[in-house]
């Protein structure tokens, strides 16, 4: 009795004292925070004031200015010919940049057993392209192919090959291990491992992070659009730099609607094949 008398009456110092711990380790991440806050708004000469002060006028101005009208509704088709063009690339984009991350991540798991060297290899190259931004790729791609859309092509090819290489490596080392544990032990070759195996193990978080990067590539093209003069990004940097606001904010209008479409179109994807 005495034990368990004693566990008991140690069990609440322990939890207090886990408390205290994280109470002190999250007042010192907010410090923390705070001084790189003030630091940054010492060295940038950031008037804190001043921005949440200009807030109700911004809001102002955009109610103001950021309205479709009659002209901005008139060039409507042709912002939708833009959208769709812009949709259709980055689909194409992920579903190519998707077919060569799965083939490449394939060495850089343990589940298929690989060298160390070259599964090290592979996880470096992913890291390299995953985080180069693709917006720096379209600034370094611009020398070589100037502005069109193959240049946007492969900017965001590069990234998002970079982003799912990583993530397939993940995946498959995490939901098909056993299954070619036992696939390998009843003598299967490499081939029917991965196509009976890996495919079938790891097809749904595959699809279903191919989906998460189309909706991605979709919002990260009207940004290179405007580097490469291609797209809808190119429509709304021309209709913005002329101060025709109107035909912007119809622009952003169809981007955010498109985005949230195929946000429930991946969504109703996803309930049927997880």
């Known amino acids: ?28 991440a907010s410090l923390g925070v705070m001084a790189v806050f003030a630091i940054s708004s010492a060295v940038t000469h950031y008037d804190v004031i001043g921005g949440f002060e200009s807030v ?14 009659g002209r901005a509704l008139s060039r409507l088709p042709n912002i939708l010919r833009k959208l769709t063009e812009t949709a259709l690339v980055s689909v194409a984009v992920t579903v190519c940049a998707g077919i060569c991350a799965f083939f490449f991540s394939l060495p850089g798991t343990r589940t298929t057993k690989t060298k160390p060297q070259i599964a090290r290899a592979v996880r470096v190259v992913a890291a390299l392209f995953r985080n180069v931004p693709d917006v720096v790729w379209a600034m370094l791609l611009l020398f070589s192919f100037g502005q069109n859309i193959l240049t946007g092509f492969f900017a965001l090819f590069f990234a998002t090959f970079g982003m799912l290489t990583r993530t397939f490596i993940e995946t498959i080392d995490e939901v098909c291990d056993a299954c070619v544990e036992a696939l390998y032990a ?28 189309i909706e991605t590539n979709i919002r990260n093209s009207t940004l290179i659009g405007v580097l490469t003069a291609t797209g809808i990004g190119a429509m709304f940097d021309l209709y913005y730099k002329r101060m025709d606001y109107g035909s912007a904010s119809m622009v952003v209008i169809s981007i955010v609607i498109l985005v949230i479409a195929i946000e429930i179109i991946s969504n109703q994807i996803r309930k049927v094949i997880m």
């Open 56 to 69: 109700p006028a911004a809001i102002i101005w955009i109610a103001k200015n950021l309205v479709p009208d």
């Open 1 to 28: 009795m005495s034990g368990e008398y004693m566990e008991e009456a140690a069990r609440p110092q322990n939890q207090t004292s886990v408390f205290v711990k994280r109470k002190r380790t999250f007042t010192l």
């Open 186 to 213: 009843t003598g299967a070759t490499y081939l029917q491992t991965v196509f009976q195996g890996i495919v079938p193990c790891s097809m749904p978080e595959i699809v279903s992070w191919v989906l998460y990067m």
